[in-house]
């Protein structure tokens, strides 16, 4: 039998690498293709977030070296690391498409039942926590059904339950919530090593939720419905029901965040919630996640947690006023947006289109 004859009759070989036989790459436009190339992106984003915090470390110590002494490190990281548990839950429901507008109102109404159910009683502080997982539950769940049920687009859900948030914030705490517990309090400002308790819980919870969606089956669809509603319905999924899983899992995880920041703050305000929503959009989207949904890394989010906490206290510390903060933080969310959202591809192409066509336009017949 020929060579040739060999081949046809066991079918086409597999090419061969400095690993051995192995399966043909995807083709460009497949649905491996995409798949991989989704991935490369959020690996590169990843690492650009990485890169670029350690950059702001570098600098931070040339032009304001004070906001990297020690006292201002323990100062600065349990915020960053209750802003990283708020970008955690904001990166699930964009990763779905949408938008939640609720986390000052979630969070505000966490810390003030933390503080107004005890009323200063340790003894009540377990009643005040399974008050507030109560809530949270309840306001994620009619989120989720508003938006995925409903058809409510996701900005004016979550804008309406923001309302309805503050207003039982004003109702329990009459707009002045008492001083925090010392049990809370203790336990929010206490150490490990030196390290401020509320970092390893950070920690714990964004390798937690990102290996459930990186690594198990459920994840995957999660990411998979984000990416593609049209197609994951074709594959038999329940859309509404992973819509509606990313918005009570991130009211569970802004509750949590609620929870560490009443113990962190001993004397929190009814609205201690209202300076976490553009960090935490800012953060996400400085983690490369896509405002389109699918694409995205909980833990670029919680890197770009700590990017945005850093940066806000180098200015904090420079003497910037709030005003400056926010257009700080606005810019960072714009220039996100202009990396990983816009598609550059397809401006070029436009701007292409339109210079062959002047170009038509002007020639000489």
């Known amino acids: 039998m020929s060579r040739d004859a060999s081949r046809s009759s066991t079918g086409p070989a597999a090419p061969v690498t400095a690993a051995g036989p192995g399966p043909p790459a995807p083709a460009a436009g497949s649905p491996g293709w995409r798949s991989r190339l989704s991935l490369g992106r959020s690996a590169g984003a990843a690492t650009g977030i990485v890169a670029a915090t350690v950059l702001l470390f570098a600098i931070s110590k040339i032009v304001e070296p004070q906001s990297l002494a020690h006292s201002s490190l323990l100062g600065m990281l349990p915020f960053a690391a209750i802003l990283a548990i708020v970008a955690v839950g904001q990166t699930l429901v964009i990763q779905q498409g949408g938008i939640d507008l609720s986390v000052p109102g979630m969070i505000s109404l966490t810390v003030v039942l933390m503080t107004s159910v005890p009323d200063g009683d340790n003894g009540k502080l377990a009643i005040a926590i399974v008050y507030a997982l109560l809530a949270a539950l309840a306001a994620g769940t009619l989120s989720g059904l508003l938006v995925s049920r409903v058809g409510i687009t996701p900005i004016v859900t979550t804008l309406g339950m923001n ?87 991130a009211a569970l995880l802004y509750c949590l965040a609620g929870i560490l920041l009443g113990g962190v703050v001993s004397d929190p305000s009814a609205f201690q919630g209202d300076s976490y929503l553009l960090p935490s959009v800012a953060a996400v989207v400085l983690g490369g996640t896509s405002l389109l949904g699918g694409r995205g890394s909980v833990a670029a989010s919680a890197v770009a947690a700590l990017f945005v906490t850093q940066l806000d206290q180098v200015l904090l510390t420079s003497g910037a006023s709030p005003a400056t903060q926010n257009l700080v933080q606005a810019g960072a969310l714009a220039i996100g947006i202009a990396i990983y959202s816009v598609p550059w591809g397809r401006v070029r192409e436009w701007l292409r289109g339109r210079s062959n066509r002047g170009l038509a336009v002007t020639a000489p017949d």
């Not at 002045?176 to 336990?187: E, G, H, I, K, M």
């Not at 690594?215 to 329940?238: I, Y």
């Open 163 to 249: 309302a309805l948030l503050y207003g039982f914030v004003i109702q329990v705490s009459n707009g002045n919530p008492p001083p925090t517990t010392s049990r809370l309090n203790d336990f929010a400002t206490s150490k490990i090593a030196g390290i401020p308790t509320t970092v390893p819980i950070a920690i714990v919870v964004t390798v937690l939720v990102a290996f459930i969606v990186k690594k198990t089956v459920a994840g995957r669809r999660f990411e998979g419905v984000g990416a593609s509603n049209s197609g994951a319905r074709a594959a038999g999924l329940v859309v509404a029901r992973h819509k509606m899983v990313a918005y009570i899992a």
